[in-house]
């Protein structure tokens, strides 16, 4: 392998990834905070979420989220962490209702962090005293255990819309089906192929890809999180340069 | 800023860590290894405050005024009786590994049949969710690959034209999940970069 002072090309590349995403993001966001607001291309699943977050407030029944069984330290933990962002929006968005999210996760460290996440989004709303941190649970610890801590969750607890962003496999389609017999809505995104196909099948809006990272941009979490999708699109559009390139150079026997 | 010291300690180990990836550096790479087996410690310590969380949960759930929930009886039950014989027995004990898996492995099956039916459910009335050209696309591809690794056509596999369609068609999953992949990887990467620049707080402090 090519190698520059020790450091293998692959790392350089991949630093380099990193340095460019970061500078795109921090300069988008820096610009866009003194022009007005870039606007997204529609997508008709989050028009879909939005009404439902509206309606569920109206007539007082509760939003569920759900934020998978991912742990917070593999690699899949970054769609639990926008499953975190998503919680703290949806929290702010329904503060005024009657019934509060509830939020379940399969992992501890998730329970604690979606526990602090609705702490934090009452207490910016200046709305401490709605905060029960009975509302964030572990719901199991393993994929199937998860399901059915869950499953009653969606059944008992008054649950019209349902937002699953995170990390699962098939399994999930167990709970979009107890969904589903509910009549209530789910808009569900995974990090997982398995979990996206299933979700495509069985839940009412399913996002694919990285539109799962678009979830917090779209319900307006703030400018850094649109930032972020302009610098994916840019770094999207290098990897896409140096695909072409790389398969050129290969097809002219160079490489 | 809120809580500015939990955010610069965030931010300080995100890129120690980060750091200690990219450049080869023994010191900083003892440092990264020191600070994940601390992550893996506070894991686990949070797996026992979230399995605290869930027994007080469904206590809550039994002592409640209204609408008792039996089925927590039973959860409760059973995690004080595995508790017991795991911490008497010992995790690794033979016979409670046993009795263990002797439980819980039907029940996930059981789990995974119910499964296996509720998607065929679903493959059955997916017109009535989704229109369009890409549910069309999704049925097509469902099918196709079940006719395809059912086996039908390995006969025809001697065939040279038949078996370059097929190897084709056994590359088209590759390239399209390899495409899903790039996205998810990429907006992993904006997630952990907005993490790092304290953009996203996924902590209150």
Redesign the interface.
Same mark, same amino acid.
């Given at each position: 392998m090519i190698s520059v002072s020790g450091i293998g090309l692959n790392t350089i590349a991949g630093l380099l990834v990193v340095l460019i995403g970061a500078g795109a993001i921090f300069l988008i966001a820096v610009i866009d905070r003194k022009k007005s607001p870039r606007t997204l291309r529609p997508i008709a699943a989050f028009q879909s979420l939005r009404r439902a977050i509206g309606l569920a407030v109206e007539d007082g029944k509760r939003l569920h989220v759900s934020i998978g069984n991912a742990n917070i330290l593999t690699p899949n933990s970054a769609s639990a962490l926008v499953g975190l962002s998503t919680l703290n929006r949806i929290a702010q968005l329904s503060m005024i209702s009657d019934r509060p999210p509830i939020a379940t996760s399969g992992d501890g460290t998730l329970a604690m962090l979606s526990q602090d996440t609705l702490r934090d989004a009452y207490r910016s709303g200046n709305a401490l005293e709605q905060y029960d941190p009975m509302r964030a649970r572990l719901a199991g610890t393993t994929p199937m255990s998860y399901v059915a801590g869950t499953i009653p969750i969606i059944h008992d607890e008054n649950v019209t819309a349902n937002i699953l962003v995170g990390s699962y496999g098939s399994e999930v389609a167990l709970l979009t089906d107890a969904i589903d017999q509910k009549n209530a809505f789910s808009l569900a995104a995974s990090d997982s192929l398995t979990a996206q196909a299933a979700l495509f099948a069985t839940a009412n809006e399913t996002l694919i890809g990285e539109e799962l990272f678009a979830i917090p941009a779209y319900l307006q979490a703030g400018p850094f999180y649109t930032a972020s999708l302009y610098a994916q699109d840019i770094l999207r559009w290098i990897v896409i340069a140096v695909i072409l390139a790389g398969s050129a150079l290969k097809l002219l026997g160079i490489i | 800023m809120r809580a500015p010291i939990a955010t610069a300690i965030a931010i300080a180990v995100g890129l120690i860590v980060?750091l200690g990836y990219?450049? @080869?550096l023994p010191i900083l790479d003892e440092i990264r290894t020191t600070l #994940?087996d601390w992550? %893996?410690t506070? $894991?686990g310590v949070?797996?026992? %405050? /979230?399995?605290i969380?869930?027994i007080?949960?469904h206590w809550?759930r039994v002592t409640a005024a209204r609408?008792r929930?039996l089925?927590s009886v039973i959860l409760i039950l059973s995690f004080i009786m595995t508790l017991a014989a795991g911490v008497v027995l010992g995790p690794s004990d033979a016979q409670f590994q046993h009795v263990i898996t002797s439980i819980q492995v039907p029940?996930?099956s059981s789990?995974?049949a %119910? =499964?296996a039916i509720? #998607?065929a459910y $679903?493959?059955l009335r997916?017109f009535q969710?989704?229109k369009g050209l890409i549910a069309i696309i999704?049925v097509i591809s469902a099918l196709l690959f079940l006719l395809v690794t059912s086996g039908f056509l390995a006969s025809g596999s001697n065939n040279p034209i038949l078996a370059s369609i097929l190897t084709a068609i056994n590359q088209l999953p590759v390239a399209g $999940?390899r /495409?899903?992949? #790039?996205? %998810?990887a990429?907006?992993?990467?904006?997630? /952990?970069?907005?993490? =790092?620049?304290g953009?996203?707080r @996924?902590?209150?402090g």
């Open positions: - | 980060l990219f450049v @080869p #994940l992550g %893996v506070l $894991a949070a797996a026992l %405050v /979230g399995i969380n869930l007080i949960t809550h609408n929930d089925y029940i996930e789990l995974m %119910v =499964l509720s #998607l $679903a493959s997916i969710k989704r999704f $999940a /495409g899903i992949l #790039l996205g %998810v990429l907006g992993g990467l904006a997630t /952990g970069l907005r993490i =790092l620049m953009a996203d @996924p902590f209150s």
